[in-house]
């Protein structure tokens, strides 16, 4: 994993491209029996489909990248084995929930979850419902998990124009700031009320950052320490 690269930028260019992808079409056979035995691990887990991008330029305040569609199980041993494609990264929306009071609101993934037990903003790899006619929408993907994971809508949190990019050559967060207009513990409680209603939620819980730190400062620090423990959402 190289150096993260942090870039805020105002404008995503997403493009959605119908290609093959070389390393799930020759490693098939191995690469289904190693979600097999992730299933007998865990058998919850779903071969459903995700998108993965590639060749990501940052210029003039605009992200582009193409998003190509593959199945999760490919996905799964890209990242399990390695990553022994390159020229691919996993690309995805958070939602960093900002309290009222100044503290960052995370959530702790669910053991029947893929990362399990690791600790995120809302967040996902991006799949067929992000797509938008030939675009890759993250900016609604972020809405969407948002709402899976917390239960909170759009209409509960205030989204901010630009996005922190953290880049690594094989993962790219694109984060941007939900602001809440409640205290920390309060958000929380209402989380955690919204979790207890489901039968199989996708968080186990959550976590409160609080950082006396300039925001501008504070959010390359948060997003780089996921990254720098492999956050793949």
């Keep these: 994993m190289q150096s993260p ?4 930028v105002t404008a995503l260019d997403l493009a959605l491209q119908r290609r093959p992808w070389p390393f799930a079409d020759q490693r098939r056979a191995e690469i289904d029996a190693h979600f097999a035995e992730q299933q007998r691990l865990n058998p919850k887990l779903w071969n459903g489909r995700v998108l993965l991008g590639r060749d990501p330029v940052f210029a003039a305040e605009r992200l582009s990248a193409s998003y190509f569609e593959t199945d999760f199980a490919s996905f799964l041993a890209w990242r399990d084995w390695g990553f022994p494609d390159t020229e691919i990264f ?3 929306g958070m939602g960093a929930l900002l309290a009222s009071d100044g503290a960052f609101v995370c959530g702790v993934m669910g053991q029947h979850t893929a990362n399990a ?6 967040s996902g790899t991006p799949d067929l419902d992000d797509i938008r006619g030939e675009t890759v929408d993250i900016a609604g993907s972020v809405m969407r998990e948002l709402e899976e994971e917390t239960g909170l ?3 509960d949190c205030h989204a901010d124009t630009d996005w922190h990019c953290i880049y690594t050559g094989v993962a ?3 984060m941007q700031i939900l602001r809440v207009d409640m205290p920390a513990d309060a958000l929380r409680e209402r989380i ?3 979790l207890a209603r489901q039968e199989h939620p996708e968080l186990a819980g959550i976590h409160l950052v609080r950082s006396r730190a300039d925001l501008t400062a504070a959010m390359p620090r948060f997003v780089t320490a ?6 793949l959402a």
């Design 172 to 174: 790219l967060a694109m």
């Design 226 to 231: 996921f990254i720098e423990t492999q956050l």
């Design 90 to 92: 996993n690309g995805f």
């Design 117 to 122: 037990g690791r600790i995120y903003f809302p």
């Design 153 to 155: 809508t759009a209409a």
């Design 5 to 8: 690269l942090i870039c805020r």
């Design 192 to 194: 955690e009320a919204n």
